[in-house]
């Protein structure tokens, strides 16, 4: 028996391990690598990885790819830096096609480390609950494209909140990532394009205006978004209305 319990909790101790590690990471590149992760630092080396990219283009989109979805992946600082950088070496396009492939792969390793460290349990834990958790966890569930698309457009959703959280309702693999790569097309190319005009900022000694995207012209047309993405929870609100 006291084996079997010993068994148990090293099983649940290696399924979070890779949580851990990512919140170990995230906490120590918050630390340390927030400086070098920076708009300066892409500045200073501008002329050195345009060379790299002109003598080895494959060779930098594997390794700009790589390091995207490390960044995401460990929740590292840099993931706005990364989005501009690709589309200062590559352009809007491919520039942004590599972002948004980069984003989704770590967006899916987080998804999957934190539903193997807590998700299922979490998840099993609300379906047994009662009252208003459980009600939530009904309403995510019956909803999930429209709740998944909502987080993944709305700007004001941290990208690792919107990682985290489907993993604690269950929602499956597939779902989750075909939602994150196309949610998150019209903000990465909004700094996508940013990114790719990132040699003239250069010459003028500026620095990129990042809050572009909550700019009317930009800023509307993805609410416009949010609100389609939301029009089945509202008709399904009102049919269930109705039909008391």
Same mark, same amino acid.
């Not at 919140?23 to 992760?37: H, K, S």
């Not at 790569?181 to 700094?191: D, M, R, S, T, W």
């Not at 003239?200 to 993805?222: A, H, K, M, S, Y």
């Given at each position: 028996?006291?084996?079997?319990?010993?068994?148990?909790?090293?099983?649940?101790?290696?399924?979070?391990?890779?949580?851990?590690?990512?919140?170990?990471?995230?906490?120590?590149?918050?630390?340390?690598?927030?400086?070098?992760?920076?708009?300066?630092?892409?500045?200073?080396?501008?002329?050195?990885?345009?060379?790299?990219?002109?003598?080895?283009?494959?060779?930098?989109?594997?390794?700009?790819?790589?390091?995207? +979805?490390?960044?995401?992946?460990?929740?590292? *600082? =840099? #993931?706005?830096?990364? @989005?501009?950088? !690709?589309?200062? &070496?590559?352009? $809007?396009?491919?520039?942004?096609?590599?972002?948004?492939?980069?984003?989704?792969?770590?967006?899916?390793?987080?998804?999957?480390?934190?539903?193997?460290?807590?998700?299922?349990?979490?998840?099993?834990?609300?379906?047994?609950?009662?009252?208003?958790?459980?009600?939530?966890?009904?309403?995510?569930?019956?909803?999930?494209?429209?709740?998944?698309?909502?987080?993944?457009?709305?700007?004001?959703?941290?990208?690792?909140?919107?990682?985290?959280?489907?993993?604690?309702?269950?929602?499956?693999?597939?779902?989750?990532? +075909?939602?994150?790569?196309?949610?998150?097309? *019209? =903000? #990465?190319?909004?700094? @996508?394009?940013? !990114?790719?005009? &990132?040699?003239? $900022?250069?010459?003028?000694?500026?620095?990129?205006?990042?809050?572009?995207?909550?700019?009317?012209?930009?800023?509307?047309?993805?609410?416009?978004?949010?609100?389609?993405?939301?029009?089945?929870?509202?008709?399904?609100?009102?049919?269930?209305?109705?039909?008391?």
């Amino acid at each position: 028996m006291t084996s079997d319990a010993e068994g148990d909790k090293r099983s649940r101790l290696l399924r979070r391990l890779p949580l851990l590690a990512i919140l170990l990471a995230a906490a120590l590149g918050a630390f340390f690598l927030r400086d070098y992760l920076s708009f300066e630092t892409l500045s200073e080396n501008r002329e050195r990885l345009l060379a790299f990219r002109d003598a080895n283009y494959l060779g930098t989109v594997a390794a700009f790819i790589a390091a995207y +979805v490390v960044i995401v992946a460990f929740s590292l *600082p =840099g #993931a706005t830096l990364a @989005t501009l950088t !690709g589309g200062f &070496l590559f352009g $809007v396009f491919p520039g942004a096609l590599y972002n948004v492939t980069a984003a989704t792969i770590g967006a899916v390793g987080i998804f999957l480390a934190a539903r193997m460290g807590a998700g299922d349990r979490l998840a099993g834990r609300m379906d047994a609950s009662e009252g208003l958790v459980r009600r939530i966890k009904a309403g995510i569930d019956e909803n999930q494209w429209s709740m998944l698309f909502l987080i993944r457009l709305v700007p004001a959703v941290p990208f690792f909140v919107a990682n985290l959280v489907p993993a604690f309702v269950a929602v499956p693999l597939w779902r989750f990532a +075909v939602t994150t790569f196309l949610g998150i097309i *019209p =903000g #990465a190319v909004v700094y @996508t394009s940013v !990114g790719a005009g &990132l040699g003239e $900022v250069f010459e003028r000694g500026e620095t990129p205006d990042l809050g572009i995207i909550f700019q009317p012209q930009i800023l509307l047309p993805i609410l416009g978004l949010c609100a389609l993405a939301a029009l089945p929870i509202v008709l399904k609100a009102v049919r269930g209305k109705k039909g008391l």
